[in-house]
C-alpha cells in the first residue's frame, strides 16, 4: 500500500535559520508528491507540489524536490520567520482510476521563536 | 473566490445520537473528498465522490457512516449512533478534476466530540 513517513516534531528554531523537514515514501504506481501546511486556526493549504522525478516543487521561500531514486520529497526553507510556524504535512496521491486520495504523514509542528 | 466551506464547525453529540456534517465544494469542482483526523495525527482518508457517483468507500470505518452528494454538489457525512472513538475533526476537499496530480482544496472542517 501507500505510505508516507515524516520527520517527528515537535520543530523549534529560531528566525532566519534553515529549515528541513524529512519525508519519505511507499506508493504503489507513480506519485505526485504534495505539501501541505496548516497554519494555528485554519484549515488544510497546499504548500507546493511535484509530480514527476525530479521536478521541484516552491513556493514562499520553500522548495522540495521529487527524487525517485530515495523515494524522498524533504521540505527545506534557507531562513525561516516566526510566521512559518505552523503543522506541516507531507502526503501523496497515486493515479487510479477511481480514486486518487491523499496519503499522509503525521504531520510535523514547526514553531519559530524570535 | 469562494472556497470550501463546512458545517457546523464544531459539533458536540452524545453517545448513541446520530449527526449530519455538511460540505460545500467549490463549483464546478469534480472531486469530493472526505477525510478524518483524529488528534495530533494526519488527515486518514473516508470516502470520495465523482460528482454524484461514490466511487469509493473504502475508508469508511463502519456501517454507521454514510455518505452522499446527490446532485454532485454539496455533500453530507451521517454518523449514526455516535460512539466515543468517533471525535475527530472532518475534513472535506473538492479537487477540479478527477486527476491525481491536481491540488485538493480543504474546507476549515467539523470538529465532533462525542461525550
Redesign the interface.
Known amino acids: 500500500g501507500n505510505s508516507v513517513t515524516q520527520m517527528e516534531g515537535p520543530v523549534t528554531l529560531s528566525e532566519e535559520a534553515f529549515l528541513t523537514i524529512n519525508c519519505t515514501y511507499t506508493a504503489t504506481g507513480y506519485p505526485s508528491l504534495f505539501w501541505y501546511v496548516q497554519y494555528p486556526g485554519e484549515g488544510l493549504q497546499l504548500l507546493l507540489k511535484a509530480t514527476k522525478a525530479d521536478d521541484k516543487g516552491s513556493n514562499k521561500g520553500f522548495e522540495a524536490t521529487y527524487r525517485k531514486e530515495t523515494t524522498s520529497f524533504h521540505l527545506e526553507k534557507g531562513s525561516v520567520q516566526v510566521s512559518d510556524s505552523a503543522v506541516y504535512f507531507c502526503a501523496l496521491s497515486v493515479s487510479n482510476f477511481g480514486n486518487e486520495k491523499l496519503t499522509f504523514g503525521t504531520g510535523t509542528r514547526l514553531t519559530i521563536i524570535p | 473566490g469562494a472556497g ?1 466551506s463546512q458545517s457546523p464547525r464544531y459539533k458536540v453529540a452524545k453517545r448513541g445520537q446520530d449527526v449530519a456534517l455538511r460540505c460545500d465544494p467549490i463549483s464546478g469542482h469534480v ?1 469530493l ?1 472526505w ?1 478524518q483526523q483524529a488528534l ?6 473516508l470516502t ?1 465522490f ?1 460528482n454524484e457517483a461514490q ?2 468507500k473504502s ?1 469508511l470505518p463502519s456501517d454507521r457512516f454514510f455518505a452522499e452528494r446527490p446532485e454532485g454538489s454539496v455533500s453530507t457525512l451521517k454518523i449514526q449512533r455516535t460512539q466515543q472513538e468517533d471525535s475527530a475533526v472532518y ?1 472535506c ?1 473538492s479537487r477540479p478534476t ?4 491536481d ?7 467539523t470538529r465532533l466530540t462525542v461525550l
Not at chain 2, 40 to 45: I, K, S, V
Not at chain 2, 103 to 109: A, E, L, S
Open positions: 470550501v472531486s473528498f477525510y495530533g495525527q494526519g488527515p486518514e482518508f470520495y465523482q466511487l469509493d475508508g475534513l476537499a478527477g486527476l491525481a496530480t491540488t485538493q482544496y480543504f474546507g476549515p472542517g
